[in-house]
């Protein structure tokens, strides 16, 4: 058996002892957490039903197919490979989705292609954004994004170009 199967049994043990010593009421405070996590999943229900529906309507209707396939030569000409935008368009809106799309470039292409490293980077070094901002901002009540998807959806886009400059130069 390795260190990290003992981790979360040890912890859990940890936090009973030094409860017990601190004469703290930890089926209580348990209690009041779980409450806490259902306001919160009550909050951030309907934006996450939006998010799905809105997700599983634009893969169902292809719009991620047409956008990829109308900005496959520009990116092309910029360097990116035109195999990975699919799942440059799909990585801020869906995890599970781009994942599908990675496991899929892979099995095309092969992991140690060429291609299939720069989805790697791209994937790794990009956000779920919508997903995340459904999530964090549902949770928290906040209603207006402002600068947050503008600049996070910009930061995804450095990620989808670097990913494929760092493998056509380091790689």
Do not use: H
């Not at 781009?98 to 092969?110: D, H, K, P, T, V």
């Amino acid at each position: 058996m390795s260190v990290g199967e003992y981790i979360v049994p040890v912890v859990i043990c940890v936090v009973v002892v030094f409860g017990a010593f601190q004469k703290v009421d930890l089926f209580g405070s348990f209690i009041d957490g779980a409450k806490e996590g259902i306001d919160s999943l009550i909050k951030m229900a309907p934006s996450l039903i939006a998010l799905i529906i809105g997700v599983n309507m634009l893969e169902a209707s292809g719009f991620f197919q047409i956008v990829s396939d109308w900005l496959s030569p520009v990116c092309g000409m910029m360097g990116i490979p035109p195999e990975v935008v699919p799942l440059g368009l799909m990585r801020p809106v869906t995890g599970s989705g781009s994942f599908a799309m990675l496991n899929s470039i892979y099995e095309q292409y092969g992991a140690d292609s060429m291609i299939g490293k720069a989805a790697s980077i791209m994937a790794g070094s990009t956000e779920t954004t919508f997903y995340a901002i459904a999530v964090y901002y549902g949770a928290a009540g906040i209603k207006k994004t402002r600068y947050t998807i503008p600049a996070a959806l910009t930061a995804d886009m450095a990620g989808m170009f670097l990913s494929a400059w760092i493998v056509r130069f380091f790689g």
